[in-house]
């Protein structure tokens, strides 16, 4: 599986951005699937996952209220929407792929995936 994310960019706090997954070479449909950051000098952190048909969610509890995570299976790719973004929401931000079981997710430890796209910058002003 290859996993290409996009839609990063400069945005002033308080803005908006949706982030995209777009997944080739394996269909996605039955696999949990989950956004990690990681900021300079930090450790990748969990930011929200969702189950392999999208019924259930999970945020950390910092992004709970102003981002939301989802996925359309038919085009094999995974969202992001974020809102309100401050600027300690700043940093590189992961999608990521559990393909080891079927009909999974969501999971919020980075060690519960197998398959990690390139990441795309996401820097907040203030």
């Known amino acids: 599986v290859q996993l290409q994310a996009s839609g990063g960019g400069l945005v002033q706090a308080g803005g908006s951005l949706r982030l995209s997954c777009a997944a080739s070479g394996r269909t996605i449909s039955y696999y949990g699937m989950g956004w990690f950051r990681q900021a300079p000098g930090k450790e990748r952190e969990f930011v929200a996952a969702?189950?392999?048909?999208?019924?259930?969610?999970y945020y950390a509890d910092s992004m709970k209220g102003r981002f939301t995570i989802s996925r359309d299976n038919a085009k094999s790719t995974l969202y992001l929407q974020m809102n309100s973004l401050k600027p300690e929401d700043t940093a590189v931000y992961y999608c990521?792929?559990?393909?080891?079981?079927?009909?999974?997710?969501?999971?919020?430890?980075?060690?519960?995936?197998?398959?990690w796209g390139q990441g795309t910058q996401v820097t907040v002003s203030s």
């Open positions: 969702i189950s392999w048909n999208g019924g259930t969610a």
């Open positions: 990521a792929l559990d393909s080891s079981r079927y009909g999974g997710g969501p999971y919020d430890s980075k060690g519960e995936y197998n398959y």
